[in-house]
T-cell receptor
Framework: DGGITQSPKYLFRKEGQNVTLSCEQNLNHDAMYWYRQDPGQGLRLIYYSQIVNDFQKGDIAEGYSVSREKKESFPLTVTSAQKNPTAFYLC?????????????FGPGTRLTVL | DAKTTQPNSMESNEEEPVHLPCNHSTISGTDYIHWYRQLPSQGPEYVIHGLTSNVNNRMASLAIAEDRKSSTLILHRATLRDAAVYYCILRVGGGTSYGKLTFGQGTILTVHP
């Protein structure tokens, strides 16, 4: 089955620790995205990548970092600089980064920082 | 980015049609209207999109006003599985668009059996 996988589903970390969230897609999509969702809110864009070895900051990139070394993988690191990291993190991909292109979302990772 | 306005919540009975409204009075000529929905604790799912003409697919219909300042997502026969948050999103249609989806708070749809 083609799709997007995110692991783990639930993640707990102590304050001050960096943590990396995994996102893998086998849809052969060029574009990938990371969003953050807080309770009762819509999604906000953290980072996006239109092609391998290239990525751009979204609306709330501070305290986060990404890499895109392979087409199918786009890991997100939540650093200790992120002031309020507890949230639901969603990864998405699309064939291209275009205005009509459908974005496909993964199941999400719920991060709790204690 | 142009903004959208949706009701916070709506209710429907199972097997009845549902009309979810969206206002986007600042829409520009090249902005596409997209709808996504999100079931509890899941990632959003694409529903439908359009530019000027009404659109139909297996999930829903999208009715776009002639002046494009509003649109309506139509679920023809609501089921319990349609209970979700529905997001109406405008996406820039040209230039350096990179596919960004700007989510508002959406409409929480409750479907009663």
């Amino acid at each position: 089955d083609g799709g997007i996988t995110q692991s783990p589903k639930y993640l707990f970390r102590k304050e001050g620790q960096n943590v990396t969230l995994s996102c893998e897609q086998n849809l052969n999509h060029d574009a990938m995205y990371w969003y953050r969702q807080d309770p009762g809110q819509g999604l906000r864009l953290i980072y996006y990548s239109q092609i391998v070895n290239d990525f751009q900051k979204g609306d709330i990139a501070e305290g986060y970092s990404v890499s895109r070394e392979k087409k199918e993988s786009f890991p997100l690191t939540v650093t200790s600089a992120q002031k309020n990291p507890t949230a639901f993190y969603l990864c998405a991909s699309s064939a291209i980064a275009g205005s009509t292109d459908t974005q496909y979302f993964g199941p999400g990772t719920r991060l709790t920082v204690l | 980015d142009a903004k959208t306005t949706q009701p916070n919540s709506m209710e429907s009975n199972e097997e009845e049609p549902v009309h979810l409204p969206c206002n986007h009075s600042t829409i520009s000529g090249t902005d596409y209207i997209h709808w996504y929905r999100q079931l509890p604790s899941q990632g959003p799912e694409y529903v439908i999109h359009g530019l000027t003409s009404n659109v139909n697919n297996r999930m829903a219909s999208l009715a776009i006003a002639e002046d494009r300042k509003s649109s309506t997502l139509i679920l023809h026969r609501a089921t319990l599985r349609d209970a979700a948050v529905y997001y109406c999103i405008l996406r820039v249609g040209g230039g350096t668009s990179y596919g960004k989806l700007t989510f508002g708070q959406g409409t929480i749809l409750t479907v009663h059996p």
